[in-house]
């Protein structure tokens, strides 16, 4: 019989209840005890959940209260200096300073620093680990996570981590290498897997996703000597989980590791199941991953069936698990809760909790079992009404694809002269002024807006109190002398939302939270179609504030490759293709605000860089069609109108190339907490626009003085030509309240104001 096996469940629950009973605990409405019995609660739900849906055997300790490699770490004691007194008295509140940092009486401690996990929306915390580091199994989360299950008659595989990825995810403080802390490390893993094997463990997961990266040398040896010692140990069988890609070359290290399985990735990579099969010796079992861990739809069960086929050929099936192709972190929890979409929309989708039925559908088929034929029939006709439907193709759509020509992606001249066209037509100063968008999104205008959602505000009333908010924004902005202005984006909810429910194509779930970070989720909009823009989606918002003032106004657009980004995208197309239609609507777009008389548009793309495939090899074809979609978007006016576009991260340098060729006329960025460092990029490249580098954070509510930035400002003109730089904050301004607001951009304009002087 061939075996259903789950690699990871989401943790936040269906309806959020881990992020209600997180921040009840954290707000001091309920003790760590209530917190505790709140997450057995969730992962006894969850167990049986995948019981239920037909999984042999589910993971268990892929459950977390904040986050897996922060739990990992905190596990084998890797705690950093600062936290480790608190640690001593109160555990589980150095755990949570250890994510979210702690001010409390005298103590002042700051969170680890936050990344993105692999090519995921996720974050994890990445662990601070230094020469010398002494790692120990200081905790039992595994173990007493594998007994909970026991008590309940589930028998589990404990997922951990696997040693090396926990150290190529870690960063060291002292500038040594993590990969030399493996021999500390392994005792703990060996000591761990006693432990597991002892309590009747037998199986453990061992994630090793780095495995799908480009590795050198070093990385690789480190891999052999990490599983060659734990081969030696007692301990349970293991599984070495790969995901997000194909092993490629790591293909034949990974299938000769000293290990008792191997899980691949089919659905990123169905090409490699051949090579896997003939690399992995006979007595091992074969995981795959054949339904989708990173997306929603449906999938398409016939073809799943016949790799599964053909590995059973091979393998046999005492040999052969089904598995999601990651785990399921990274989708919604459960479809039939999904209460906002349309039916047939809805039966085209697949949750974490039906792409555990669509797995044991398949090992029945696969087991020859005829009562999986009406599931197969079903799924075969789903995916046949999606292929067909009408609300998916837009022959309008394909069509202006397939005429897109390469004119359609260059402006008409080059940016040198379209800057004194421009600088001419917005009557700009040097080190003209501006910011990113957003202003304060204040009680008050969530409020509204949550009442008008709930039908409490009529429209007109909704409206007006949107006037009122972007009027004083305006008032504001002159009376502070800024040179462009923005209307505020106070009808924003989200800068990715606020596109997709305007455009066709798209579509929300009500309920399909996937977890960010901690307690934090995310709903992303759904693309299912062809996207398209039926009527113009900000023109109003913008030519309603220019009609209030004489200074320019800059329109406010989210970019396509951002767009796509944040989204779940189709599985019908490329993606190239469809961020190439979200910029055709795009490009309608400015084109509709410079013909309304806006003469800057600001294209965000905040995304850009998060989207670099997780190959090298891969980076360059991403970013030439994510450029030309930028370019497709921006490309339609004339030269005096300027382009900006905004991006906020810590590394240009790798894609600085990219970033260039995208020829916005001006790009900010965020550069206040590097102190003009990340300008260097820029200089190095000798880019060719213009730069508006940020001068103050704007995550925090400190006001920063004119002194500081116009040492930043005289920072910035030492490395770039003071005629392409411009002024402003780091990034949008939507967190922060009016005051700090205010007095901060009053001693940005004057720092501008300052650097004028001295020209
Ligand atoms: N225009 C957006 C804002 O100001 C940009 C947000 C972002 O960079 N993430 O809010
Ligand atoms: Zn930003």
């Known amino acids: 019989m061939t075996t259903v096996t789950n690699l990871g469940f989401p943790r936040i629950g269906a309806r959020r209840e881990l992020k209600h009973a997180l921040e009840g605990y954290w707000r001091g409405e309920s003790d760590a005890a209530q917190l505790q019995a709140s997450a057995a609660a969730l ?122 990825s926990l150290l190529l995810l870690s960063k060291t403080t002292d500038g040594s290498n993590p990969l030399d802390l493996l021999d500390n490390l392994l005792p703990a893993y060996a000591q761990l897997l006693g432990e597991l094997k002892q309590l009747g463990a037998s199986w453990v997961q061992l994630d090793e996703p780095v495995l799908v990266q480009d590795l050198d040398d070093a990385t690789r040896a480190a891999f052999v000597r990490a599983y060659a010692v734990l081969a030696d140990v007692p301990r349970p069988d293991i599984l070495l989980a790969t995901y997000f890609g194909a092993l490629d070359d790591n293909q034949s290290l990974a299938a000769t590791l000293p290990v008792e399985g191997l899980h ?53 099936a005492d040999k052969l698990w089904l598995a999601p192709s990651c785990s399921l972190l990274h989708c919604p929890v459960d479809l039939t ?37 009406p599931a197969l029939a079903q799924a075969r006709e789903a995916i046949e009404s999606r292929r067909r439907s009408p609300r998916v193709h837009n022959a309008t759509v394909k069509g202006r694809l397939a005429a897109l020509a390469a004119a359609d992606a260059v402006r008409a001249t080059p940016h040198a002269q379209r800057q004194l066209l421009q600088a001419q037509a917005l009557r700009l100063p040097a080190f003209p002024t501006t910011t990113i968008g957003s202003f304060p999104q204040t009680q008050e205008v969530r409020e509204a807006r949550a009442r008008h959602k709930s039908g409490k505000l009529t429209a007109d009333d909704y409206d007006t109190f949107l006037a009122a908010q972007t009027e004083h924004c305006v008032r504001v902005q002159e009376q502070i002398g800024l040179d462009v202005l923005v209307h505020g984006e106070f009808e924003r909810n989200d800068m990715v939302e606020y596109f997709g429910e305007q455009l066709d194509g798209f579509a929300f779930t009500g309920n399909g939270w996937v977890q960010s970070y901690g307690s934090r989720c995310v709903k992303p909009p759904v693309i299912y179609g062809d996207v398209s823009r039926p009527a113009p989606m900000t023109v109003r918002w913008s030519q309603y504030a220019q009609s209030l003032t004489d200074k320019p106004m800059k329109g406010m657009l989210t970019g396509p490759v951002t767009v796509l980004q944040w989204s779940f995208v189709r599985d019908d197309q490329s993606r190239a293709d469809t961020c190439r239609q979200i910029a055709l609507a795009l490009r309608d777009e400015v084109c509709d605000l410079e013909a309304a008389g806006i003469r800057a548009i600001q294209i965000d793309e905040p995304a850009l860089r998060e989207g670099l495939p997780l190959r090298r090899a891969e980076w360059q074809p991403y970013l030439d069609w994510a450029v030309d979609a930028f370019r497709i978007s921006a490309s339609g006016v004339a030269d005096a109108t300027q382009i900006h576009t905004h991006m906020c991260y810590a590394q240009f340098n790798d894609i600085i190339e990219a970033v ?17 460092e990340l300008l260097d990029a820029f200089a190095r490249f000798d880019y060719p626009n213009q730069v508006g580098p940020g001068v103050y954070d704007i995550h925090s509510p400190r006001v920063p003085d004119t002194a500081e930035m116009v040492e930043l400002l005289r920072k910035a003109s030492a490395v770039l030509p003071a005629q392409k730089l411009w002024v402003n904050p780091d990034c949008g301004l939507k967190t922060r309240g009016w005051e700090e607001t205010r007095a901060a951009l009053e001693a940005m304009v004057d720092a501008a104001r300052t650097l004028r002087s001295e020209r």
């Open 43 to 164: 992962r006894a739900r969850h167990w049986q959940l995948q019981r239920d849906a037909g999984v042999d055997v589910p993971p268990s300790n892929d459950f977390s209260l904040y986050d897996h490699v922060l739990d990992t770490a905190v596990l084998f004691d890797a705690i950093p200096q600062r936290y480790r007194q608190l640690a001593e008295r109160a555990p589980l509140d150095a755990y949570f300073a250890m994510a979210r940092g702690l001010q409390r009486d005298d103590v002042d401690l700051h969170a680890l620093e936050m990344t993105k996990w692999f090519d995921t929306n996720y974050h994890y915390l990445v662990p601070e680990l230094q020469r010398d580091q002494v790692f120990t199994l200081r905790g039992d989360k595994p173990q007493s996570e594998y007994r909970e299950a026991r008590a309940l008659g589930i028998d589990t595989r404990p997922v951990l981590l696997g040693p090396v």
């Open 264 to 316: 691949v990735d089919l659905v990123r990579a169905p090409e490699q199941l051949d090579a896997v099969l003939r690399a992995l010796p006979a007595s091992r079992v074969l995981s795959l991953g054949l339904v989708n861990g990173r997306n929603i739809w449906r999938a398409p069960l016939d073809n799943a069936l016949i790799l599964a086929r053909y590995a059973l050929g091979h393998r046999g």
């Open 337 to 373: 809760l999904e209460k906002k979409l349309d039916g047939e929309l809805r039966s085209w989708l697949a949750f974490s909790r039906q792409k555990l039925q669509e797995l044991r559908t398949l090992a029945d088929a696969l087991d020859g079992d005829t009562n999986a034929e």
């Open 660 to 676: 260039a060729a995208l020829d916005a006329d001006v790009i900010s960025i965020e550069t206040s907490r590097s102190r003009m």
